[in-house]
């Protein structure tokens, strides 16, 4: 097959109907897979997405371009109440543009979990080592040497220590890295092993015509099919359709939009399995701690995610667990998360280069009396959704306990001060006031809490009447519709999500070619 | 037809219900109030390039706002030296037109005389009350027991932030150094395929470099 191509938004001023094997809306960690794997077994295939084609050019590692160009509505993504906010990509390449790199397989209790609670007997870690090899010789996926961590990974990596607490480093998928800390803004040296740098253009390369700028709105459909998806072309700046259509015409569709796009793709086409799309919505919620040291931390430079620990991954029945990480801080993004009144935040501001922050990222949807979080589609919006999430009684046992440890963590580490994200904040200053934490309000809009990981949504099992997706994540009641992203997962994970998606999108792909 | 959800089948929750209720609720008994909110707001210098989605009133709550959340310090430029009001007008054209909506509702919320009588005790908009004044407005929507209001305040407070911080002449009173220099090449290729070369890079591969791959376990078909 000859060479595919990448066209941008701009490109497309008349309207477009083209004919192919396969569409796949997304070009994200399962999009991208998918489409690879597709196309290397001679199918002909058209990828469609929303965001935008951003490429090194223009990944200057200044926070506001980069939430302008890569993130869904600007980093502001939320649920309705702001009480838990969403950072998720949105760009060619999806959250593999700027996610932090972090690599792990799905544990090998989360597969048993599935198989036993949601009838999943089509993956094991026998099934999907394989791809897991081939994809981390691909993506250079290897261990973060100790000697190059930062400082920032250094506090949490000495804290855990000092505690006797389970220790590691993280895998991550960079090829020739320069340290910079920049991940997250895009990659200005194409280090990263993106899909935007690798497995996009190994496609394009071998056939697939990808457009950008272009926002799946509807699949249409009768009895079992689907015949069509409709795309508007939208303004590469402002993000609103520019009135030019996109209609594709496949044989097979495959929806890769991610735990919140793909459900309301869903939800405007009539697609609702009964109303579970758009439930059971996990975001692996995150308390952040801050703390401030004597030394400089420098938490804006070197790889921003290094050192992970799973000690709190079991709390045992009935407890919600959690594992630790850090992020990378930047100005913009920090004032945002920092809590407080402004000048408090301007006052925290002025220690910026001393500044440490942690992160307790908790595995939801694994407890019997979890719901989850609920995506669906707001009167007048494009773009927003209306998205809540129902925190039960364990979420904010396991965050009060979480924001403790860590702030312990944080002090044997030689912290000086730390510093809840209550909206109110808790400071202390010794590992003896972290009690004071206790009397702290654990509640809905009163403690920042945050995502970077979306799962669920459409969840894959074997009974259709729990489920969106079969096994095989063909949708229920249609014959040539696929689900194949992180809202295909019945629960969250308790590692970041992306090899899990590589995995089962490269397992995907074998049996989506033998349906067109 | 769109559905709008929720689907037929699904069980609001009591929880989401009782929310509904309570923000139309608070929007309607706290925004509603025609009276007390005809009274003028200050009027400030609008931008030379203009406005693109606030109006010159919201943009003086923006203005006013931002004063009270990034006041006058020593080493910081003034919310003005950045046009911090200006930046939150364009922030606004790049997002969804519900969030458009609900930054300007939650806007003449804050400059609404009524709930600021009515939970607060004082007979004036934001933009006319006394700095300590509207600090304490502020204080109150930060730590009210109404989610409502801190909600509110977590987004306006946010939106300022973003348009203050997205300054890089803010970076030398934090000591930001910024991105290390020499490291973006604003000039790199950019590849679209066509039948164009890919250049070689970090991302490129040679797939038959690879070991050759285990035996695939067979996930069965569908």
């Known amino acids: ?516 | 037809m769109k559905m709008y959800l929720p689907p037929p089948g699904a069980k609001p929750t009591r929880r989401g219900v009782l929310k509904k209720g309570l923000l139309g609720g608070a929007l309607l008994a706290l925004g509603g109030g025609a009276f007390l909110f005809t009274r003028k707001s200050v009027e400030v210098d609008l931008p030379a390039d203009g406005l693109l989605v606030l109006t010159p009133r919201e943009f003086a709550i923006v203005s006013a706002l931002a004063w009270r959340l990034v006041p006058k310090r020593d080493g910081f430029p003034s919310v003005d030296a950045v046009q911090v009001a200006r930046g939150c007008d364009r922030i606004l054209t790049m997002v969804d037109a519900t969030a458009v909506d609900e930054t300007k509702q939650l806007l003449l919320l804050l400059e609404n005389a009524l709930p600021n009588f009515l939970l607060g005790g004082r007979l004036s908009t934001f933009t006319k009350l006394s700095t300590d004044a509207q600090d304490a407005v502020l204080r109150e929507w930060q730590t009210s027991r109404i989610t409502l209001r801190r909600t509110g305040y977590t987004a306006l407070r946010g939106l300022v932030m973003a348009a203050y911080f997205a300054s890089d002449t803010t970076w030398p009173a934090i000591g930001y150094p910024g991105p290390l220099p020499g490291i973006h090449d604003p000039n790199a290729p950019v590849w679209k395929g066509g039948g164009a070369e890919r250049p070689v890079g970090n991302g490129t591969f040679r797939e038959e470099l690879l070991a050759p791959p285990p035996a695939a376990v067979d996930g069965g078909t569908p």
């Open chain 1, 1 to 516: 097959m000859s060479q595919g191509r990448i066209v941008t938004g701009d490109e497309l001023k008349a309207d477009v109907t083209v004919e192919c094997d396969v569409c796949v809306i997304g070009s994200g960690s399962g999009g991208a897979w998918t489409a690879l794997e597709l196309v290397k077994q001679g199918k002909s295939v058209v990828m469609l997405e929303e965001g935008g084609y951003h490429t090194r050019r223009e990944f200057d590692m200044t926070e506001p371009r980069a939430f302008q160009n890569l993130y869904q509505e600007l980093g502001n993504r939320a649920t309705d109440d702001l009480a838990l906010t969403i950072l998720q990509g949105r760009s060619v390449g999806g959250g593999t543009t700027v996610n932090w790199c972090s690599t792990f397989r799905t544990p090998d209790r989360i597969l048993a979990l599935w198989k036993e609670r949601h009838g999943v007997d089509t993956l094991s870690t026998a099934v999907l080592t394989p791809h897991w090899e081939h994809i981390e010789q691909r993506l250079h996926v290897a261990p973060w040497p100790l000697e190059l961590i930062n400082e920032n990974n250094r506090v949490l990596w000495d804290g855990l220590g000092k505690l006797g607490y389970e220790r590691g480093l993280i895998r991550r998928n960079v090829n020739n890295c320069l340290n910079l800390g920049y991940c997250g803004l895009g990659c200005p040296v194409d280090a990263k092993q993106s899909m935007l740098v690798t497995v996009l253009p190994d496609a394009v390369e071998k056939g697939l015509t990808l457009y950008s700028d272009c926002s799946a709105r509807v699949l249409d459909w009768d009895g079992r099919t689907v015949r069509a998806v409709r795309a508007d072309v939208l303004d590469g700046v402002t993000r609103k359709p520019t009135g030019v259509k996109v209609t594709v015409k496949p044989k097979v569709t495959v929806v890769s939009g991610g735990a919140i796009n793909s459900p309301a793709l869903l939800m405007r086409s009539e697609l609702l399995s009964e109303g579970r799309v758009g439930q059971r919505t996990w975001f692996h919620p995150v308390l952040l701690m801050m703390a401030e040291f004597e030394h400089e931390v420098n938490a804006f430079r070197g790889a921003p995610q290094s050192v992970y620990s799973h000690h709190f991954i079991d709390r045992g029945p009935g407890k919600m667990g959690y594992f630790l990480e850090v992020p990378p801080v930047q100005p913009m993004l920090a004032s945002i998360v920092a809590t407080g009144s402004g000048p408090d935040t301007i006052e925290l501001m002025t220690k910026f280069k001393h500044l440490n922050v942690m992160l307790a990222i908790h595995v939801d949807g694994l407890l019997p009396e979890e719901t989850g979080g609920t995506v669906r589609l707001r009167s007048g919006g494009y773009s927003r959704h209306s998205i809540t999430y129902d925190f039960t009684d364990a979420h904010w046992e396991a965050f009060r306990h979480s924001c403790k440890e860590m702030a312990k963590l944080q002090f044997a580490a030689g912290a000086k001060m730390v510093r809840s994200l209550h909206l109110d904040p808790v400071t202390m200053t010794s590992v003896g006031e972290v009690d004071k934490l206790d009397a702290a309000p654990f509640a809905p809009v009163q403690v920042k809490v945050a995502t970077a990981h979306q799962m669920g949504g459409c969840r894959m099992g074997k009974d259709p009447s729990t489920s969106v997706v079969d096994p095989h994540l063909k949708y229920h009641g249609l014959d040539n519709l696929f689900v194949v992203d992180g809202s295909v997962l019945p629960t969250s994970l308790g590692v970041n999500p992306q090899e899990t998606i590589f995995g089962i999108a490269r397992w995907a792909a074998g049996h989506i070619g033998q349906a067109v």
